[in-house]
């Protein structure tokens, strides 16, 4: 049985009891008994009688399509959201349309109760009419966010060597130029941030070529 196992932030590699070679189609079990069939890549390592591979989706899911569908479907709700708050909105408009501006309610007279009836019925529509605006903008926040993901390159994907190899050779330059000051230094820490930055992505550069080269 091959199951899920976690090798790094965001890149979940296959456990497996057997061997197998790059570009075979296995079946890989989620913590939740599901299958996808998945393309194995490169062996990460061996123990316990285990064999570890990086693997990527058969049908070509990955972070980049779970972070649209996200973006779609709060996308949805903010709109469904939307339109049930301006329902209610034009519901307390509606409930109120016919008494005079300024009307104060007519104490003993025959209208009172329903003045005050219609003043509650009109307060709670808006009411609703607030919470689901404000549950439309929450969604619609949410939206955007994972819109923005659904361009995110990281280790889980096979082009992350070539996309982290460009950001390199761009720390790289940008070091070099705070280094002999063709690029001005914002602050005292500029030139120790941009090397950090540089091991860091040489970090992720060594890990992406044993997952994908």
Same mark, same amino acid.
């Given at each position: ?63 980049? $399509?779970?972070?649209?569908? !996200? @973006? =779609?479907?709060? +996308? #949805?709700? &903010?709109?469904?959201? /939307? ?53 439309? $903008?929450?969604?619609?926040? !949410? @939206? =955007?966010?994972? +819109? #923005?993901? &659904?361009?995110?390159? /990281? ?59």
């Amino acid at each position: 049985m091959n199951t899920y196992y976690k090798y790094c932030p965001n890149v979940f590699v296959a456990k497996c009891t057997e061997p197998h070679e790059k570009g075979e189609i296995i079946p890989v079990t989620t913590k939740y008994g599901k299958e996808n069939d998945c393309i194995v890549f490169n062996i990460v390592g061996q123990k316990d009688g285990f064999f570890y591979y990086s693997i990527v989706r058969a049908d070509g899911y990955n972070l980049q $399509e779970r972070a649209k569908a !996200k @973006a =779609e479907r709060y +996308a #949805k709700w &903010a709109s469904i959201a /939307d339109a049930k708050s301006e329902a209610q909105f034009n519901k307390s408009h509606s409930i109120t349309e016919m008494i005079p501006m300024g009307q104060p309610i007519l104490v003993g007279h025959h209208s009172e109760a329903r003045h005050r009836r219609d003043i509650e019925r009109s307060w709670s529509a808006l009411g609703k009419g607030v919470e689901l605006m404000e549950k439309s $903008e929450a969604h619609e926040s !949410k @939206a =955007e966010y994972w +819109a #923005k993901m &659904a361009n995110k390159i /990281d280790l889980s994907m096979p082009e992350s060597l070539e996309y982290y190899q460009y950001l390199l050779e761009a720390a790289k330059e940008k070091h070099e130029g705070l280094k002999n000051g063709t690029i001005e230094r914002g602050h005292s820490f500029s030139l120790t941030y941009a090397k950090k930055e540089v091991n860091e992505i040489e970090k992720k550069i060594k890990i992406a070529k044993l997952l994908w080269d």
